[in-house]
Nanobody, 126 residues
Framework: QVQLVESGGDSVQAGGSLRLSCAASGYTGSYNCMGWFRQAPGKEREGVAVISTTVGSTSYADSVKGRFTISQDNAKNTMYLQMNSLKPEDTAMYYC???????????????????WGQGTQVTVSS
């Protein structure tokens, strides 16, 4: 089993920054992709950024490219999402996920991921 715990969500003004963290525990060798997804009220859960835990390659949704950066610290079993130049449309519940996939792409449906955290709320006001 794998446990994922997110932290770092907050309320910020547009243009501000936040860093989300996702701490993994348990059998962390059982997946090869970790990612951040978000879900706004009434909308489908969407991929934001994904990283390969084995080679470190990254993938981003077009809406966050150039503003968000995903990274990992394997020694700490922790994944991060640095979010800069935040916009009101970034407001959502952000979830950390892990899974075993052929490719670690941000466009892959969230249904392919096996493990999920409880979510952390990000609210961006204009």
């Amino acid at each position: 089993q794998v446990q994922l715990v997110e932290s770092g969500g907050d309320s910020v003004q547009a243009g501000g920054s936040l860093r989300l963290s996702c701490a993994a525990s348990g059998y962390t060798g059982s997946y090869n992709c970790m990612g951040w997804f978000r879900q706004a009220p009434g909308k489908e859960r969407e991929g934001v950024a994904v990283i390969s835990t084995t080679v470190g390659s990254t993938s981003y949704a077009d809406s966050v490219k150039g503003r968000f950066t995903i990274s990992q610290d394997n020694a700490k079993n922790t994944m991060y999402l640095q979010m800069n130049s935040l916009k009101p449309e970034d407001t959502a519940m952000y979830y950390c996920a892990a899974g075993t996939l052929w490719y670690c792409w941000a466009t892959t449906t969230h249904r392919e991921y096996n493990y999920w955290g409880q979510g952390t709320q990000v609210t961006v006001s204009s």
